[in-house]
């Protein structure tokens, strides 16, 4: 995410984390069943539980089972009055995963949304209270939503199923816990779709945490003349009929579900080639015009260049496709969307270069938990630093001293950036001071050490997430240092490092 043009609001409310489940959702512990298990012994089987466990956002994601595909066939009418933000959904999942334990119910998040029908592996589940049955909890008030599957027959550990939801309603513009849009955002013309942390939810049902990545299948249906652009590559032309055009497209490469999109609007599309034949396709809206429209293609004619700039520094770009979507609507910041980030009114170089930079740092990479966020938006930052001074504009050394003497001047050391809170995710010291530290490393460790370090956290930890201890313990071995005193000082302490 970029916010650094403009604020993000943040909300004046205190934060306060969530200690319970609602009513109606149990934990994931059940008494045993008695099923026979192959060995003989006493099999137990439970329900997975209704959260994974961050402290930021617990009842996001789900336990006891790892989803392999996302299969997602959304037929979508954009507002009718483009005064009144409301969309109309319609749509159904089919949610290939594993057990990951032996299951008698699991659990989906779907905020906002009903659900008409379910089945699994072809066969119907009721809707009612029963354990077999399946029940649905929204609770705005506890951040709660909830979609529970009972399971008959129960699925073992290994196992895999495919879970059908057919689902939809009328769709508006979500809000996270600082009050900024995002999810299934309604535009006056389509849908801006920008989901982090928690906002995927608002349109598919989903295991909302980032460390259950997926490949995503998308079948979006839209009235004749109007264009979706999903992540990946399309998976054949769009096909029309009756008035309504299907898109098609497939993401191959395994994603978390923040990082998923399927922006709808007035788009023109455009078909390039970055290096060594990677596809790039751009969505720039129609209604991007005059200045903004210049902007933005001179920056999104540079990204074959950044993509080789960056290719050079930390190994070869890590998905099959790259490009914009760039919406004359707002949501006031970017989002890097894998392999197709989502940019407001304008994508200018800075911007690009950053949600680019995230490929490597945040999607191929992604955060264990919430509270890890710096790995994404301090390397972002730093490769703005980078970008700008291989484009002759500034030096990194520059940029550090300016970053250094703002912290000081806005009195910004007081956060730990290691752990900065559910609402201060997007905060700029999570930005600045996280780039400073990754630049006060290089200096700390030298240049050779820094680069291997960063090669081989992306190499180890490709398609997956990791925590900001895996990221330490990548530069410790790097470099043969023990860091801990540093990275407290430049992550976790109250104030100024020292400076390198
Ligand atoms: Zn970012």
Redesign the pocket.
Known sequence: ???LTKARRIAAAAMALMTACAAGITSAQAAPQGDPAPQGEPARYGPGAPGSGDPYFPSAGNGGYDVLHYDLDLRYSPPSDPAVPAGKLTAEATITLRATQNLDALNFDLRGLAVTAVDVDGKDVNHGAGPSDWTQVQDDASRTWELTVGLRPKLKAGQKAAITIDYGGTTGRPEDTTGALYGWVTTADGAMVVSEPDGAPTWYPVNDDPEDKATYSFHITVPEGKTAVANGLPGGKPETKAGWTTWTWEARDPMASYLATASIGDFTLSYGKGPHGLPIINAVDRGVTGPALEKTNAALALQPQMIAFLSDLFGPYPFEAFGAIVDDDSVDY???TQTRPVYSEVADEDTVV??L??QWF?NSVSPADWKDIWL??GW??YIQWLWAEHQGKSTVAKQFTDTVADLDSKNLWGLNIADPGRDNL?AEQV?HRGAAALHALRAKIGDQAFFAGAKEWLDRYSNSSATTEDFENVMEEASGRQLDAFFNDWLREGDRPAMP
């Open positions: 995410m970029n916010n970017a989002l890097e950053h949600e930079g995230h945040g994404n938006e972002a930052t997007f930005y």
